[in-house]
């Protein structure tokens, strides 16, 4: 099956848009995690995980108003629904697709600590576009057209 080129633009855009927020998300993340680890001297483990939430929450947010936003505009009334499929997905996918990659790449590929995690950046970026693209903010269904003869 192949995209008509309109729709690879509509793709590529959206896949760009993506990973502009991704961007803002992991600056984000890092400086939630050194103002509760740091200055409010939280411990590492509940700093993490909230510096961690706190970028979802983030993503969700930009995702709804830049990335999805046309998809989004129409079903305003679904937000809580598609904010906790995000969270539960992505948080899914990023924690446990973070430490499978990691983990893969450093044992089966010998990479270093670094290169391993920005490889599994990457790879839960790709299988988070197509969860999010594909069930959180995916397209509503077309409503069928009316049939001629029932106007007749």
């Known amino acids: 099956m192949t995209i008509p080129s309109k729709g690879r ?18 600056c984000v993340q890092i400086l939630a995690v050194y103002l509760l680890g740091s200055v409010f001297d939280l411990d590492f483990h509940w700093a993490t995980a909230l ?3 706190t970028a979802v929450l983030h993503n969700f947010f930009w995702h709804e108003q830049f990335t999805w936003s046309d998809r989004c505009a129409a079903a305003r009334d679904r937000i809580l629904r598609r ?15 973070n430490l499978l990659f990691v983990s893969l790449f450093m044992h ?3 990479a270093p600590l670094l290169a391993a995690n920005l490889l599994a950046i990457a790879a839960c970026s790709l299988i988070n576009f197509i969860v999010n ?3 959180v903010f995916r397209r509503a269904p077309k409503s069928p057209e009316p049939s001629r003869l029932a106007s007749q």
């Open 9 to 26: 633009f509509l793709l590529l855009s959206c896949w760009l848009k993506f990973n502009s927020v991704g961007a803002m998300g992991i």
């Open 51 to 53: 510096a961690v939430e």
């Open 83 to 97: 904010l906790l499929a995000f969270n539960g997905t992505t948080g899914v996918v990023s924690i446990g697709g």
């Open 108 to 110: 089966e590929l010998h």
């Open 133 to 135: 693209d594909k069930l």
